[in-house]
């Protein structure tokens, strides 16, 4: 492969991508695939293996681009101008030319993504180590994007599928005690994937950048209404965030990011009680001036907005279990017993010495608004 990856090769690789993803019917792009096994046995422990990888993943996303934008092209000139055959096909079907285009075209280059999600996100394609994994972070970035170019829902949702289990078994799952085998190539893995995680904590633009992701994975799966994979995602990320702030000096900003973006999360949902919750920390871990009072006002507000009744939407998962037994779950992602009610709330930020750094009107209006709330509390006490 040269020393990093010669043009003929190179040039193989792109016509390899080019035929594996130009075909209309019939997925042929998982025979692309092995390319990255070839990459990591040819350039594995050298010093190239890092531009090799990027430069196979730049080709794999330049193609998944090229092949939306046929399919959208396709799609849109079949659906407005349909030919003649397409028209009495229509008529006998009771199937739309614009919908015919949509399985014809769109369909199979949603498919695509989804394979192609699935492999580039899986654990052993890229790699997790010190330098691989910005090209991974790098890589669920442009793949996110790409569905919210296109809005493709099914495929949101195999990437962030592929995104919880990379960092599952990355960060989450035991490595395996090395006197528990002797198998020399797992022996090999399992003190690779240690040193791994060790650098992943101490190396912050990659935390951070890992922490991002998921903010953005989260942003985008609950713009698109995909609220199982979303309920999955935030139990992962809780759970890296956990690991992140138990080790030494975690960034102050990577918190207050992870907090903001999962109270967005409930905020759409109508979790209202872990959308303040989440505020709430946010704007303890900020620091003072401005930007301070601004999160301080906005987890203030939060606490208005907990419903005394707890009635909040199902969003997470369907079932027929109660509202109430959905808090329970989503409490415990954050230690908590049950969701925390608004008065709760506004105590612990008094307590935090939040509510104080609030912007003086906020103050009065949570006062002003908090006695009319109680006294109609008294009032319904007293009927």
Not at 116 to 131: C, D, M, P, T
Request: overall charge neutral; some cysteine; hydrophobic content about 40%.
């Amino acid at each position: 492969m040269g020393s990093s990856g010669g043009p003929m090769y190179i040039a193989a690789l792109d016509l390899l991508a080019e035929l594996c993803f130009s075909q209309e019917q019939g997925i042929t792009v998982d025979r692309f695939f092995p390319a990255f096994k070839w990459n990591r046995n040819k350039l594995r422990g050298s010093q190239h293996l890092e531009e090799g990888t990027k430069r196979i993943v730049e080709i794999a996303m330049k193609h998944l681009r090229a092949l939306g934008e046929r399919a959208h092209t396709n799609a849109k000139a079949t659906g407005e101008n349909p030919s003649e055959e397409e028209l009495i096909l229509a008529a006998l079907s009771g199937v739309s030319p614009a919908q015919r285009a949509k399985e014809r075209y769109l369909v199979p280059a949603e498919t695509v993504a989804q394979f192609l999600g699935n492999e580039l996100l899986s654990f052993n394609a890229i790699g997790h180590s010190r330098k691989l994994l910005p090209i991974y972070l790098d890589t669920a970035t442009e793949l996110i994007k790409y569905c919210q170019q296109h809005n493709l829902k099914r495929a949101i949702g195999r990437i962030a599928d592929a995104y919880v289990r990379f960092f599952r078994r990355f960060l989450l799952s035991p490595i395996p005690s090395i006197v528990e085998t002797d198998n020399p190539h797992l022996i090999t893995m399992h003190k690779e994937l240690e040193a791994d995680r060790e650098d992943f904590y101490k190396e912050k633009p990659n935390t951070d950048r890992a922490v991002r992701v998921f903010c953005h994975l989260l942003q985008t799966l609950t713009e698109m209404n995909s609220w199982h994979a979303a309920w999955s995602t935030l139990q992962c990320f809780t759970r890296v965030m956990q690991e992140i702030t138990q080790h030494p000096d975690p960034s102050r900003e990577c918190q207050i990011i992870a907090n903001s973006a999962m109270a967005a999360v409930f905020w759409k949902c109508s979790h209202y009680a872990f959308h303040a919750h989440c505020l709430g920390v946010a704007a303890f871990l900020t620091g003072n001036g401005g930007e301070a009072a601004a999160a301080a006002s906005r987890a203030v507000l939060a606490t208005l907005c907990v419903p005394n009744t707890n009635k909040e939407r199902r969003n997470f998962e369907r079932g027929s279990d109660s509202v109430f037994e959905k808090n329970a779950r989503i409490a415990q992602l954050f230690g908590l017993q049950s969701a925390p009610a608004g008065l709760a709330l506004w105590q612990r930020l008094q307590r935090m010495q939040v509510f104080q750094k609030a912007f003086p009107e906020v103050q009065a209006l949570d006062g002003l608004l908090r006695n009319e709330m109680s006294d109609e509390n008294i009032g319904t006490t007293g009927h």
